[in-house]
Each structure stands twice: as C-alpha cells, then as structure tokens.
C-alpha cells in the first residue's frame, strides 16, 4: 500500500479521554485531520464540547462525552456512547491524566494525593483499555494507546518530586506490555507515547510560570519544551496501518531526554 495511503484514518473512529485541552485537543485533532470520526471525552463537559467543535470546523464527525476516567460506570457509557454514535471504535486513545496536586518527597506525601493520581492515571487507563479491548475483540481488530511520559522510564525527582505520577506512568508502561503480548493474536496493537516536556495546562499551569520553563528547558538536550502539535505524528502513526506490525513499543517523544 502506498504509505500515505498506509497513515489515512478515513472511515475509523477514535475514542479519546482527556480530549477537552492539551496532548488530548491535539489527539482528537489528529485524529480528524487523518479522517477519523472522534468520541471527544473529558471529565469537564465544557472541555469536551470544545473538543468536538474544534474536530467538526476540521470537517470530521464528532460527539462530546463527559466522562470521568476514574469511574469505570462513566467509561462503560462512554465506549456504549461511541457504539450508539459510530457503531465501532478502531482506536483508543487514554490520555486523561493529572499531575501530583502537590509534588513533595514521599514521607512529606498526602494519601488523599496519592488515591487521586493513581485513579485517574492508573485506574483510568484501566478502564479505558478493558472497555476498548472488549469492543476491540468483538471486531476482530483495534490499535490501543496510552499515554505515559518519559516519567515512566525514570524517575522525575532530579526535576521535581512527583512519586505518584512516576508510580502511574511506569506501571503504564508495563501494562502496554502486558496487554500487547496478551492481544497480539488478536490483530489488537497495544502501544504508549512517553512524551517529555510539552506546553499544556497540566500541574495547575505550570508551564505559565518561568522558573518551570528554565528548568525543564536546561533539562532537555534540545533546549526547548515541545508544543501540544509536534505529537500529532506520532499518535497517527500509531493509530494507523503504518505501525500494523508494531505492539508493546514505546514511542519516546522527549526532546533527548531519555537518551542520557
Ligand atoms: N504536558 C506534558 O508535558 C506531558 C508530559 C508527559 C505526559 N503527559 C501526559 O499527557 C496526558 C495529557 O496531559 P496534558 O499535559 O495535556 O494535560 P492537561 O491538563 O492540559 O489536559 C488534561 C485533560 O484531561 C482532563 N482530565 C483530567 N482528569 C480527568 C479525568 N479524571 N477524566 C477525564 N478527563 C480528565 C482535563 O480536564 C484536561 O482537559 C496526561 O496523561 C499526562 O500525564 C503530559
């Protein structure tokens, strides 16, 4: 197949949680910009209809969903929302995640923090893959992925002291893994984008704040922090025939971090 041919998402559609601002806005607006139709989730219904409006002036079909990653009733309605609306989901994209409420070492650190990041950011992802994986088997087919950080490969504390967010992301990393070699002879890719410092609203706006941007400048080889649409490429290229011989990997887009 000719390879742009190979990166088209024309008549598939797409789930995405967190879709309502950031890497999330940029998914679902890749996701359009390649053909798909997008379910645009989010746990604010105002960030999830902003999403959808944004996929619709692309020309692409679109439904707002609201939807709180942690509560594995709210995903169930969201992928039964995606089958009423589109009648299957190709690809599953869980984004939703939050940062540590109040980064601090880990003696220092709140349960209640604690039991937060690991719901959305855990358990979230959790919810998001069984309910597309169970969709995914009745099809037959399906491409997975999951967004973790390069906070999964390492540990953040050099940068700042975040242990839940690690803890999530590296055990997302692991259960890419997992579910790959679990569905790889189901024609079900499970894949995870490890991105490094990107300019979003995540950590309560950090990027808003300049001694954050010094630091996580000086931090990345590159020199800069990414804007939300350098990820578009990789997310298509996951979500697409181009990467149908590609399962458990993970796509590192950091800047050179990781390569220390
Ligand atoms: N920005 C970065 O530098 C960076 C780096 C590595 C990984 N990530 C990961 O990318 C993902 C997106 O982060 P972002 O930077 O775009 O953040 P963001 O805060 O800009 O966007 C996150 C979106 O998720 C939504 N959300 C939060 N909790 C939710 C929940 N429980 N259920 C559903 N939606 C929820 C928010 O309303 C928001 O629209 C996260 O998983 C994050 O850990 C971000």
Request: glycine share 10%; proline share 3%; net charge negative.
């Amino acid at each position: 197949m000719n390879v742009i041919e190979q990166f088209s998402l024309k008549g598939k559609v797409a789930v995405v949680t967190g879709a309502g601002s950031g890497l999330g806005l940029a998914f679902a607006e890749a996701m359009a910009e390649a053909g798909a139709s997008v379910v645009c989730a989010d746990i604010s219904g105002a960030g999830a209809e902003h999403a959808a409006n944004r996929v619709a002036t692309l020309g692409a079909s679109a439904i707002p969903v609201t939807c709180d990653v942690a509560e594995e009733g709210d995903v169930a309605r969201l992928f039964a929302d995606a089958v009423e609306k589109f009648g299957r989901v190709d690809i599953a994209i869980a984004n939703a995640g939050i940062a540590d409420p109040n980064p601090s070492l880990l003696h220092e650190y709140a349960t209640k923090d604690w039991k937060r990041v690991m719901a959305v950011n855990l358990d979230g992802v959790f919810h998001t893959n069984r309910a597309a994986l169970s969709q995914m088997m009745k099809q037959g087919a399906g491409k997975i992925i999951n967004i973790a950080s390069m906070w999964g490969l390492a540990g953040a504390a050099t940068v700042v002291p975040i242990p839940a967010y690690t803890a999530t992301k590296g055990a997302v990393v692991n259960l890419t893994r997992e579910l790959a070699l679990e569905y790889a002879a189901h024609n079900i890719q499970v894949n995870a984008i490890c991105p490094g410092f990107f300019r979003t609203r995540i950590a309560n706006n950090a990027c808003d704040d300049p001694d954050f941007i010094a630091a996580t400048t000086a931090f990345t080889p590159m020199g800069r922090i990414a804007e939300p649409d350098e990820i578009k490429g990789a997310v298509v290229y996951l979500a697409s025939s181009a990467s149908n011989f590609v399962t458990g990997s993970m796509l590192v887009i950091d800047g050179g971090c990781a390569a220390r």
